[in-house]
């Protein structure tokens, strides 16, 4: 089956600092959504990317399609910022998510 | 904004107990989910289901899980006789498909606690 696969599996920065989460997929796909999970365990909706790129606030992210290959780009970081980010794949549509291990992120003030 | 709202919050039950967890999607979409999570692991496919029949289930969902949609608004997650292993966080998402977006919306999630 696709596998998922994220990167770094943590990361640890500064309050103020830019980051790049990766994650690759190793067969095409439908869709493509990046979540973050808060320390309540709820998990909220970033982007919804199946290809091209997206900004919403300090927040974007980039998918290329055809390289397989998704990254979410976080500026600025705030302290709220922490937790896990996942990405999910489906590979046709209305059809389950296949998600990410996640990427652990903890911003420090 | 709609959104996905699912009760309980938190769930604690005996090993072997019946559980219903419900799932209010959003009220204009048609393909629905469960998902788990284990705590610590990443997030798991359980069950979509579409036009009132599953439409998909992974391993996971064996004959201890059952899904329904009672009364057209609720989606309930039954778990005949829980395990210790059943322990995780479920959460409910649904999907319009409208206009060719297929995005997924997730409730909070129910955290289940089976000792």
């Known amino acids: 089956g696709i596998q998922v696969e994220q990167s770094p599996p943590d990361l640890i920065l500064q309050e103020g600092a830019n980051s790049t989460l990766r994650c690759n997929f190793s067969d095409s796909v439908n869709n493509l959504q990046w979540f973050h999970q808060n320390p309540w365990g709820q998990l909220i909706n970033l982007f919804y990317i199946p290809s091209g790129t997206k900004q919403n606030g300090r927040l974007s992210a980039t998918t290329v399609a055809t390289e397989r290959y998704s990254l979410l780009y976080i500026s600025s970081s705030q302290t709220t910022d922490s937790g896990v980010y996942f990405c999910a794949v489906e590979l046709r549509s209305n059809y389950q998510l296949i998600w990410g291990a996640g990427t652990k992120l903890i911003i420090k003030p | 904004e709609p959104e996905v709202t699912q009760t309980p919050s938190h769930q604690v039950t005996q090993m072997g107990q019946e559980v219903i967890l419900r799932c209010v999607p959003i009220?204009?979409?048609?393909?629905f989910y469960w998902y788990r999570q284990i705590l610590g692991q990443k997030v798991e496919f359980l069950v979509s289901?579409?036009?009132?029949?599953?439409?998909?289930k992974s391993e996971i969902f064996d004959d201890q899980f059952s899904v329904e949609r009672p009364d057209g608004s609720n989606f309930t997650l039954k778990i005949r006789s829980t395990k210790l292993e059943d322990s995780a966080m479920y959460f409910c998402a649904s999907t319009s498909a409208a206009r060719g977006s297929y995005e997924q919306y997730f409730g909070p999630g129910t955290r289940l606690t089976v000792t």
């Open positions: 289901f579409y036009n009132n029949e599953i439409s998909e």
């Open positions: 009220s204009n979409h048609l393909y």
